[in-house]
């Protein structure tokens, strides 16, 4: 089955900086990649997602890039704010009538002011 | 607003007992998920349902079962509670895009359920 791997674990920014969250996956099949962002006490809420057949995609100051051929893809988060501060988890999925997410452990980041 | 609900938000029991959680859902989606989330690891997936006759096991199912009794509602039970059964329950839904384009649809998770066995 899959294998999603998140790093880093945790991560602390200034206000302003930019973040960079990174996850690798094992399927060659998997072609459907969302983040999902977990605001303390809250449910895990979709923030941006790509699929296999682009190699970026950008959402104001949300960026995902994808690279295929070494099964890696990253989360960029530009100017960052307090309210960022979260958990971020990656997935992946194939898709087809079977398909089902496998998440990463999730990364905590907390930004500074 | 179409909605994923869960009952209970909190559930303090004792090791042994029987323990049935419940998400309901009003976004008229087909396919429902149970996941456990724990500290350092992430949401593990218990068991997903593509519909009413539709029940899968997922990476995390022992000392767990489920009932898909219609659409909307998805119970997960712990028949046996034990101490490290103790996390947080989130059940989420997606979407039926996946009828016509084969395509992965956004999860939406319900509010999640604390569950503590003691």
Redesign the interface.
């Known amino acids: 089955g899959e294998n999603v791997e998140q790093h880093p674990s945790t991560l602390s920014v200034q206000e302003g900086d930019s973040a960079v969250i990174k996850c690798t996956y094992s399927d060659s099949a998997s072609n459907y990649f969302p983040w999902y962002k977990q605001e303390l006490g809250k449910r895990p809420q979709l923030i941006i997602d790509i699929r296999s057949n682009v190699g970026e995609k950008k959402d104001q100051r949300i960026a995902v890039t994808l690279n295929k051929t070494a099964k890696h893809f990253s989360l960029h988060i530009t100017e960052t704010q307090p309210e960022d501060s979260a958990v971020y988890f990656c997935a992946a999925s194939s898709t087809g009538t079977a398909s089902k997410l496998t998440f990463g452990t999730g990364t905590r980041l907390q930004v500074t002011l | 607003d179409a909605d994923v609900t869960q009952t209970p938000r909190n559930r303090i029991t004792k090791t042994g007992k029987r323990i049935m959680l419940e998400c309901s859902q009003t976004k008229g989606h087909d396919r429902m ?1 149970w ?1 456990r989330q724990d500290p ?6 218990i068991y ?1 349902s ?1 519909d009413v006759k539709d029940i ?1 096991k ?2 995390i199912s022992d000392g767990y079962s489920v009932s898909r009794q219609a659409q909307a509602k998805f119970s997960l039970s712990l028949e046996s509670a034990i101490p490290n059964q103790t996390a947080l329950y ?1 059940c989420a839904t997606s979407g039926n895009s ?1 009828k016509t384009s ?3 649809d ?2 939406f ?4 359920t604390r569950l503590t066995v003691l």
């Open positions: 998920y996941y350092g690891l992430g949401l593990r997936l997903y593509f899968n997922g990476e989130f996946w084969g395509g992965m956004e999860q998770f319900g509010p999640g």
